[in-house]
């Protein structure tokens, strides 16, 4: 079986881990579809976790990254819901509320919690970045996509001066040229 190209190996993922039938993928789960791939489709199913984990996120799946992050089950729900931003402005507000768990769990002292923002933030500029990168999707939106992924990347990099460098961001004449038809009220 040879010439299986990435949405092949993407449908493969998906088909094998809607055949486990789980409700949420730990490290073990991600193992055993990584396994299934490699029987299924021999060398060419050779694939690393990191991806297995993001195709099943951006399928909407909940993926728990490591024990330690399970046990703080009480705001995973939170986070799975975090990383749906289909516009600049969801973006923003998805940020916000990392960074306001983020700040939260690290003020109560919860390591892991706050590690666990920081991996749901990754994720998503992973995710924005996928987009970004997919020639089959409308240039407007990976222009969007690519803008989210910088958003991510800054954050990630400078938390606390993240929110005054996206003020001015978005009062730049490129933001604005680029993004002006995109953007409502949401400051107002």
């Not at 089959?136 to 460098?165: G, N, Y």
């Amino acid at each position: 079986m040879s010439g299986h190209g990435p949405e092949t190996k993407k449908q493969a993922i998906l088909e094998i881990a809607k055949g486990l039938g789980l409700e949420k993928f730990t490290p073990a789960e991600v193992e055993q579809i990584r396994r299934q791939m490699i029987a299924k489709l021999g060398a060419s199913g050779k694939t690393s976790a990191d991806y297995i984990g993001e195709i099943l996120a951006g399928a909407g799946m909940r993926v728990v990254l490591s024990v330690e992050a399970d046990t703080e089950g009480q705001y995973e729900e939170e986070f799975h819901d975090l990383l749906h931003f289909a516009t600049l402005e969801e973006a923003e507000i998805c940020l916000m509320r990392l960074d306001e768990l983020w700040r939260k769990f690290r003020s109560e002292g919860q390591r892991s919690a706050a590690e666990r923002v920081l991996e749901v933030a990754r994720l998503g500029r992973r995710r924005a970045e996928m987009i970004a990168r997919n020639p089959r999707v409308e240039a407007h939106k990976r222009d969007q996509k690519q803008e989210i992924l910088e958003w991510f990347r800054i954050w990630l990099e400078t938390p606390d001066s993240f929110f005054d460098w996206l003020d001015l961001r978005k009062q730049s004449p490129e933001y604005l040229r680029r993004f002006g038809q995109d953007i409502s009220t949401i400051d107002e």
